[in-house]
């Protein structure tokens, strides 16, 4: 059997980074995602929606981000076991086996970076709507210009919603926001981009009614509270009501809640071996960012590198060393 140094489960950004930087610490590693692709859901639910937390960058699309970390990974060699779902994790002796549902990967030390786990969009909960989806209702917007010269109504009351609102409005012949409160649950500066911008705010009102023959032509709003009625004649609509996360850690052999995977301060969780980082680690005061999670990714790592060999410094040379 092959043995590598560190396994890390999750291929989205946060353990893009953390196999990067396993790679400058000359780990031998190896990557398993459920996904075709790497990315995570940047690369496959929002490639074109700006991301405002990665520093060094006002903003940078998702989709050019998941670039510019697969081309950082270019600087070392890369194992990656794609379309695998992680069944299990066991620990024998020094090694730790790692059950999918193709095979087994043995490994010294395994990094979780899962985020938020398998997910599937919140669907639409209204009469006929499964039928009109790629007729009209879209939950991914992988191209933007799709919406080009288009009126398009937008459903959703959070972050991605007002972003999505924001950057199809340039392009859109018209762009609805529709949510069924008065107040969004997103960042304050993208609310005041929003209320100084030309998106009709439809407030609060909830999609009632869809129509059309074959493709969605029109939407009919309710108030949220009250019966007046709306109808808003439109090309798409996109809904964003977020995502179900299907994870189940029971298996893992590792203690978490449902706010994730507890771990120390210096990333490990309960089992020896096994250390987390990105969205799916919890501690008291985490703030879920990317940002975040590429902090806690080197922590990660040196410290499983240490636990695999306690001569590893966790405190190693700065990058400007290395690359000398």
Sequence with gaps: MEVFDLTIIGAGPVGMFAAFYAGMRNAKTKMIDTLPQLGGQLATLYPEKYIYDIPGFPKIKAGELVQNL????????QTYCLQEQVIALNKEEDIIEITTNKTTHYSKAV?????????????LAVENAE???????????????????????IAGGGDSAIDWALMIEPIAEEVYLIHRRPEFRAHEHSVTKLHNS??????P??????QGEGQLDTIVLQEAVGEEQ?????????????????LDLKKWGVNSTRQGIMVQSDMQTSLPGVYACG??????GKVKLIATGFGE????????????????????????????
């Design 70 to 77: 697969e081309n950082q990974l270019r600087t070392f060699h």
């Design 111 to 123: 990094i979780l970076a899962l985020g938020n786990g398998s997910f599937q969009p919140r669907k």
């Design 131 to 153: 039928s009109y989806e790629n007729a009209g209702i879209d939950y991914y917007v992988p191209d933007l210009m799709k919406y080009a010269g288009k009126k398009v109504a």
């Design 198 to 203: 030309s998106i009709s705010v439809l407030t």
């Design 205 to 210: 009102y909830v999609i009632h009614r869809l």
């Design 230 to 246: 709306v109808e808003l004649a439109v090309d798409s609509l996109i809904v964003n009501y977020g995502f179900r996360s299907s």
């Design 279 to 284: 969205d799916i680690a919890h501690y008291e």
């Design 297 to 324: 990714a080197p922590t990660a790592v040196n410290n499983a590198l240490h636990f695999i060999d306690p001569k590893n410094r966790t405190q190693p040379m700065h990058s400007t060393s290395l690359f000398q």
